[in-house]
C-alpha cells in the first residue's frame, strides 16, 4: 500500500508538490491519481489504466472537481474514474493495438475532434474534424510516413516529410479544371497550418500512451515564427469600401465581405454566427466559439444593427446570417475566390486576404480603444494584441506627449 493518502483533505494537504501525479490502486490495471504542483493548489485528478497484456498507460484527466467541497472530491473523481475504467476496460486494449501507424494515430485524432469538447455545437466539431481530415488526406496519407509505425517513428522521418510538404505547391484554384488549376509556392504560414494538424494528431497519441516520446517531432515540427504575412497588408476605410462595392452579389459574398470590414471578426467566427445570435431589439450580438473560448456580447453602432437585421429578416433562428445562396455557412475555399477577384477588381494591394480585412479593423481600433476592449471586440487575448499592434499604442502616446511640449 502506498505510504500517503488522497484520499483525505488533510492526506492531501500532507503531499509534497510534485509533477507527477499520487496514483492510488482502485483495482488490476486501473488506478486514480491527484496531481499536486504547489502547495498551494487546489490539485487535479486523473485516471490511468493499463490494458492487461501490455505496458502501455493510457491516462484521462479528470478535473479538479473545485465546484465541490474538498471533503467530497475525492469520491467525485473516483466516481468520474469508474465511468471512464467502465469504457476503457473494454475498448482499452483493442485502441492500444489498433493504433499503431501515424495514419492510425491521425485517424484516432480526427475521431477525437469529432466528438466534441463539450464547448462546440455538434455541427462545429464535425465541420473542424473534416477540416483536419482533408489536411491529413492531402499531405500525410498519400505519403510513406502515414505507414511508419508509432515506435519507430524517428526525427529524420519526421523531418523527410516536412521537407516534402515545404516543397509541394499550393493548388491556388482547386475547384477549377484540371488543365486550368494554377499553383504557387507553399507560404510559411500555409505550412505552418498543414504542419500544425500532424503535430496535434502525434501528440495526441503521446497522451493516450500509443508512444513513449515525443522526441520524433518536438523540434523536426517546429512552427516557423512570424509566418503570418496576413497583418502586413492593410487596407485603408476607402480600399476597403472600394473592395465591399467590386464584391460580387452572387452567393451573397459581397455581405460577407461588407461584415469583415465592419466587425474585427475572425472569417471563420464571422460566418458561424446563426440569426440566434443576434438581438434585434437591443442590438446586441453574442458572439461565442471563436478561438478566445468564451461568448461575448458586443453592442452594435446603430448602422450596423440596422444592417444585421435586414439580414436576419425572414430567417430562422438556426439559420446563419451572412449564408451562402444555398444556406450554408462560408468556408475559406468559398471565400477565397470572391475575395481574391474583388482584390482585383478594386486594384488594392494584391496580397489582401479575408484575414487583411480583421488585421485592418483591429490596426483602426488600437489608437482609439483601450486593448482589453479591442481584445474583446476581436475574440483574442490583450497578449496578443499587444503583441501585434501595441506599436500602434506607443505611437500614440509619441503624439501625446508631444502635445505637452512648451
Known amino acids: 500500500m502506498?505510504?500517503?493518502?488522497?484520499?483525505?483533505?488533510?492526506?492531501?494537504?500532507?503531499?509534497?508538490?510534485?509533477?507527477?501525479?499520487?496514483?492510488?490502486?482502485?483495482?488490476?490495471?486501473?488506478?486514480?491519481?491527484?496531481?499536486?504542483?504547489?502547495?498551494t493548489s487546489v490539485g487535479s485528478w486523473v485516471a490511468r489504466y493499463i490494458p492487461p497484456g501490455t505496458t502501455k498507460k493510457v491516462h484521462e484527466p479528470l478535473g479538479e472537481f473545485s465546484d465541490l467541497p474538498p471533503s467530497r472530491r475525492y469520491d467525485a473523481a473516483l466516481d468520474a474514474a469508474e465511468k471512464w475504467f467502465s469504457r476503457a476496460t473494454v475498448v482499452g486494449s483493442k485502441a492500444i493495438s489498433e493504433v499503431r501507424t501515424?495514419?492510425?494515430?491521425?485517424?484516432?485524432?480526427?475521431?477525437?475532434?469529432?466528438?466534441?469538447?463539450?464547448?462546440?455545437?455538434?455541427?462545429?466539431?464535425?465541420?473542424?474534424?473534416?477540416?483536419?481530415?482533408?489536411?491529413?488526406?492531402?499531405?500525410?496519407?498519400?505519403?510513406?510516413?502515414?505507414?511508419?509505425?508509432?515506435?519507430?517513428?524517428?526525427?529524420?522521418?519526421?523531418?523527410?516529410?516536412?521537407?516534402?510538404?515545404?516543397?509541394?505547391?499550393?493548388?491556388?484554384?482547386?475547384?477549377?479544371?484540371?488543365?486550368?488549376?494554377?499553383?504557387?509556392?507553399r507560404s510559411p504560414s500555409t505550412l505552418n497550418r498543414d504542419m500544425t494538424a500532424l503535430r496535434?494528431?502525434?501528440?495526441?497519441?503521446?497522451?493516450?500512451?500509443?508512444?513513449?516520446?515525443?522526441?520524433?517531432?518536438?523540434?523536426?515540427?517546429?512552427?516557423?515564427?512570424?509566418?503570418?504575412?496576413?497583418?502586413?497588408?492593410?487596407?485603408?476605410?476607402?480600399?476597403?469600401?472600394?473592395?465591399?462595392?467590386?464584391?460580387?452579389?452572387?452567393?451573397?459574398?459581397?455581405?460577407?465581405v461588407e461584415g469583415l470590414c465592419l466587425l474585427p471578426f475572425r472569417p471563420g467566427a464571422l460566418a458561424a454566427l446563426r440569426v440566434s445570435a443576434f438581438d434585434s431589439r437591443l442590438g446586441v450580438l453574442t458572439v461565442g466559439?471563436?478561438?478566445?473560448?468564451?461568448?461575448?456580447?458586443?453592442?452594435?453602432?446603430?448602422?450596423?444593427?440596422?444592417?444585421?437585421?435586414?439580414l436576419c429578416k425572414d430567417k430562422t433562428p438556426a439559420a446563419f446570417i451572412f449564408a451562402r445562396a444555398n444556406g450554408s455557412a462560408w468556408n475559406k475555399d468559398a471565400w477565397k475566390g470572391p475575395i481574391k477577384d474583388a482584390v482585383t477588381a478594386a486594384k488594392v494591394n494584391p496580397k489582401a486576404t479575408a484575414y487583411a480585412l480583421r488585421h485592418s479593423t483591429i490596426t483602426d481600433l488600437v489608437p482609439v480603444l483601450d486593448l482589453l476592449t479591442v481584445a474583446q471586440l476581436s475574440g483574442t487575448s490583450v497578449a496578443m494584441i499587444e503583441k501585434h499592434y501595441g506599436h500602434l499604442k506607443q505611437t500614440r502616446a509619441a503624439d501625446a506627449l508631444a502635445m505637452l511640449a512648451v
Open 2 to 39: 502506498p505510504d500517503f493518502n488522497i484520499k483525505t483533505v488533510d492526506g492531501r494537504a500532507k503531499l509534497a508538490p510534485r509533477r507527477d501525479p499520487y496514483f492510488v490502486p482502485i483495482r488490476m490495471g486501473c488506478a486514480l491519481g491527484f496531481r499536486k504542483m504547489t502547495a
Open 102 to 185: 501515424v495514419r492510425e494515430a491521425c485517424e484516432a485524432y480526427v475521431k477525437h475532434i469529432a466528438d466534441g469538447d463539450g464547448k462546440q455545437t455538434p455541427e462545429e466539431a464535425k465541420a473542424k474534424a473534416d477540416e483536419i481530415a482533408a489536411r491529413f488526406e492531402r499531405w500525410v496519407y498519400p505519403h510513406h510516413i502515414a505507414s511508419v509505425r508509432l515506435e519507430a517513428l524517428t526525427m529524420g522521418a519526421v523531418e523527410k516529410w516536412r521537407k516534402f510538404l515545404a516543397a509541394t505547391p499550393v493548388v491556388v484554384n482547386p475547384y477549377a479544371d484540371e488543365q486550368d488549376r494554377r499553383t504557387r509556392p
Open 200 to 256: 496535434a494528431a502525434l501528440n495526441y497519441a503521446h497522451t493516450r500512451g500509443h508512444i513513449d516520446t515525443a522526441v520524433a517531432w518536438l523540434s523536426a515540427l517546429q512552427p516557423i515564427k512570424n509566418a503570418d504575412t496576413a497583418r502586413d497588408v492593410y487596407l485603408t476605410r476607402e480600399e476597403r469600401r472600394k473592395l465591399i462595392d467590386s464584391t460580387t452579389e452572387a452567393d451573397n459574398a459581397r455581405a460577407f
Open 289 to 310: 466559439k471563436d478561438k478566445a473560448g468564451r461568448d461575448r456580447k458586443i453592442s452594435l453602432p446603430q448602422a450596423t444593427a440596422e444592417r444585421f437585421k435586414a
